[in-house]
């Protein structure tokens, strides 16, 4: 059993809570992944590992409430306990020898940008920022952000905080103007890593995209999470798991990954709605 050791809500669908895992925390480095079951019924999730404090032997999460299983964890509050907690599991983002580079966050990915912009500051990088959201009420972390960056853009679709349009925007704009990176990394959504990737492709920026979305089962077995690469003129399979999460942008086929992810939507709506109404008895009843 794992101890909740704190919680608290960064936006209304959006929950961060650290967990007392001082085996994970010690070897946990930015881009890897745990795996976590809530209760004995519970399915058992991946969830990239947002921070660590070794000292303390905690490990931080930060997930959205979307499915059956978030929803279940939401509601678990500062000194419950969750049943599993494995990991460190897949590989590392590479950050040796990156001098300049700029990490791309949308949406929840932030969670996953936020430390492998830790991890960059922590080897002397020098860091550029881009963060983006629908509107200012699912703003996370710019504070962290800001913190570890050298410079910071925040984007809102509708223009409600920072500065309106894509991460696509700004990123566009300083190629533009001259400025070369050692590597930019996109972490967010697959539809913003397909356009980011469309985006800096012209410009000949190595990029690195977090695949973790299409994960499911995170060890490779279920096969939920393969992925079609392009490599000279080939085609490479690869599962996100156990290859990844991290993977050259400009070999994805993000469009086969998009068609994939949909699949299971309906699925994860009704147990999500069967969750909820699960919950509302219990409370209920007390």
Do not use: W
């Amino acid at each position: 059993m794992y101890r909740i050791v704190s919680k608290r809500l960064l936006n209304p669908t959006v929950a961060q809570m650290e967990i007392d895992a001082p085996l994970v925390a010690r070897k946990a480095q930015a881009g890897q992944f745990v795996i976590l079951r809530v209760n004995e019924n519970g399915e058992r999730i991946p969830l990239t590992i947002a921070g660590t404090d070794k000292k303390e032997g905690t490990v931080k999460i930060i997930f959205q409430i979307i499915g059956a299983t978030t929803k279940h964890l939401s509601e678990k509050n500062e000194g419950d306990y969750i049943l599993n907690f494995v990991g460190p599991l897949g590989n590392p983002t590479e950050i040796e020898g990156l001098k300049k580079v700029c990490v791309i966050g949308g949406g929840v990915g932030c969670a996953i940008a936020l430390p492998v912009v830790q991890a960059l500051r922590d080897n002397g990088a020098e860091i550029t920022s881009i963060i983006g959201f629908r509107n200012k009420e699912l703003l996370i972390l710019e504070e962290e952000f800001r913190a570890a960056s050298d410079v910071v853009r925040v984007m809102t679709d509708d223009g409600s905080y920072g500065e309106k349009g894509t991460v696509t925007q700004p990123l566009k704009e300083l190629l533009d103007s001259g400025e070369r990176f050692d590597m930019i990394f996109a972490i967010g959504p697959i539809i913003m890593m397909k356009f980011v990737s469309l985006t800096a492709k012209p410009y000949g920026v190595p990029l690195t995209v977090s695949m973790n979305p299409i994960m499911i089962d995170g060890t490779g077995m279920c096969g939920g999470c393969r992925l079609t690469l392009h490599r000279d003129g080939k085609r490479l399979m690869k599962f996100a798991c156990v290859d990844g999460p991290d993977f050259n942008g400009y070999e994805v086929d993000f469009d086969e990954s998009m068609s994939r992810g949909i699949m299971y939507f309906e699925f994860e709506h009704h147990a999500y709605d069967k969750a909820c109404n699960l919950i509302r008895k219990a409370e209920g009843a007390n």
